[in-house]
């Protein structure tokens, strides 16, 4: 079962904040955030594991709730950089993971 | 450093015609390797994961296979292509050997079947 993301889009202006959520219906081992621009491969952001820890690259973080089975992505004062589809990816075990369908972001001047 | 080489970058095959994409990593011994699927509009889809030599896990029923023949390459293959098939499809790795370890992603290739 792939993780939900949602929203599915959003639009953002320089500057603004968003926050996008990952849920499972399975207990989460681990969360992976990836970010991919149009036409490239999937980068690394980052990843959750168990215990609810907030990590963040540059000005972009993310929390691990365990007992709701979600991780959210935030991303704070966005820049243009930023636009991309983000994924989560949860972790079945020793790196097999259930990709979600992805989160368009689209951060205009 | 570590790198991950792919190609080709582009493939337009007929249907019923075989593939063959390949997949090394340089700088790392051991890795975990990943083929990974992903179409148009969509998420990525794990087709094959691989801990060693000759070592192959298979996600999905499909009509592709996968081999290790060597520590640092992966390659992903199929006997007669199906439409499908098309996708944009990823090679990966991982450290190997220790949980939670970031994926790192080829170039892909774009995979038409005509």
């Known amino acids: 079962q792939q993780p939900v993301q949602s929203p599915q889009a959003v639009i953002l202006r320089e500057g603004e904040d968003a926050v996008i959520n990952c849920s499972s219906s399975?207990?989460?081992?681990?969360v992976h955030w990836y970010r991919q621009k149009h036409g490239e491969a999937p980068v690394f952001l980052m990843i959750l594991l168990k215990g609810g820890e907030q990590k963040g690259h540059e000005k972009i973080s993310a929390s691990f709730n365990e007992k709701k089975q979600q991780s959210s992505l935030y991303l704070t004062a966005s820049q243009l950089s930023y636009s991309g589809t983000y994924f989560c990816?949860?972790?079945?075990?020793?790196?097999?993971?259930?990709f979600g369908a992805g989160t368009q972001v689209v951060v205009t001047p | 450093s570590q790198t991950i080489h792919q190609w080709p970058a582009t493939l337009v095959q007929p249907v019923g015609s075989p593939l063959s994409l390949e997949c090394t990593v340089e700088?790392?011994?051991?890795?975990?390797l990943y083929w990974y699927r992903q179409a148009a509009g969509r998420g990525l889809q794990l087709l094959f994961y691989?801990?060693?030599?000759?070592?192959i896990s298979s996600e999905v029923p499909q009509n592709l296979s996968a081999s290790r023949p060597q520590d640092r390459q992966f390659i992903l293959s199929s006997k007669k292509l199906l439409l499908s098939d098309s996708g944009f499809y990823l090679c990966a790795w991982s450290v190997g050997d220790r949980d939670n370890q970031p994926q790192h992603f080829g170039d892909g290739t774009r995979l038409s079947i005509l």
């Open positions: 691989s801990v060693g030599i000759g070592q």
């Open positions: 700088g790392t011994s051991n890795p975990n």
């Open positions: 399975k207990a989460l081992y681990s």
């Open positions: 990816g949860t972790d079945r075990s020793w790196g097999k993971l259930q």
